[in-house]
């Protein structure tokens, strides 16, 4: 069975620029968050999606935004790049995406470098 | 603040030998913790996973010890393979309508052969 996918697996921009990261979870999955990792940190939570729904949001800026299509797949998009943007972003499914006990699988990541 | 800690940034063991990894947590809601496996340019990898109601769990090599009275858990690897070395992330849950993870900052294993 296939994985969590994430496209592109590298993207360069430039500060002010508009980036879009996707995301496609493991078939059966109803559920997609989306976590930025920086170097020598632990990933932290941006978004979850649920039935195209937001269920969550972490501490980010509103230049960061995010949805779910019909076919559970998502989209992560940053307005107005900073180089602090730089990290890498990676998507996590689920089956529910709320109650207790509930295991995330993680893509391999986009990694996003800001010039 | 940082609810979920891994303070060893590295752990050298050799191959064969038992590789214990740790973190604490400061937050009672959590209830579901997990472990995650990274290499370098790759996404994490599942390991395993512990609930609130249980003090151990155990897959293969693989046994997650949690202490609720103390906040503590720790993964346990047995026999540790040079397959192992990667960089070992705790994470810890409290379910409810959104399914956020909180994440240790990682512990850099090597298992030297």
């Known amino acids: 069975d296939a994985g969590v996918t994430q496209s592109p697996t590298h993207l360069i921009k430039t500060r002010g620029q508009h980036v879009t990261l996707r995301c496609s979870p493991i078939?059966?999955?109803?559920?997609v968050s989306w976590y930025q990792q920086v170097l020598g940190q632990g990933p932290q939570f941006i978004f979850q999606?649920?039935?195209?729904?937001?269920?969550g949001r972490g501490n980010f800026p509103d230049r960061f935004s995010a949805r779910q299509f019909p076919n559970y797949s998502s989209e992560l998009n940053v307005n107005a790049l900073l180089l602090g943007d730089s990290a890498l972003y990676l998507c996590?499914?689920?089956?529910?995406?709320?109650?207790?006990?509930?295991?995330?699988?993680f893509g391999p990541g986009t990694r996003l470098l800001v010039l | 603040d940082q609810q979920v800690k891994q303070n060893s940034p590295s752990l050298s063991v050799q191959e064969g030998r038992i590789s214990i990894l740790n973190c604490d947590y400061t937050?009672?809601?959590?209830?579901?913790f997990l472990w995650y496996k990274k290499y370098p340019a790759e996404g994490p990898t599942f390991l395993i996973s512990?609930?609130?109601?249980?003090d151990k769990n155990e897959d293969g090599r693989f046994t997650v010890f949690l202490n609720k009275s103390a906040k503590h858990l720790s993964l346990h690897i047995v026999p540790s393979q040079p397959g192992d070395s990667a960089v070992y992330f705790c994470?810890?849950?409290?379910?409810?309508?959104?399914?956020?993870?909180?994440f240790g900052t990682g512990t850099l294993l090597a298992v030297q052969p």
């Open positions: 996590a499914s689920s089956q529910r995406g709320s109650g207790s006990w509930e295991t995330q699988y």
């Open positions: 078939s059966g999955h109803k559920s």
């Open positions: 999606y649920y039935e195209k729904e937001e269920r």
């Open positions: 937050n009672s809601m959590f209830d579901y």
């Open positions: 512990i609930s609130s109601i249980k």
């Open positions: 994470a810890a849950n409290y379910g409810g309508a959104t399914n956020k993870l909180i």
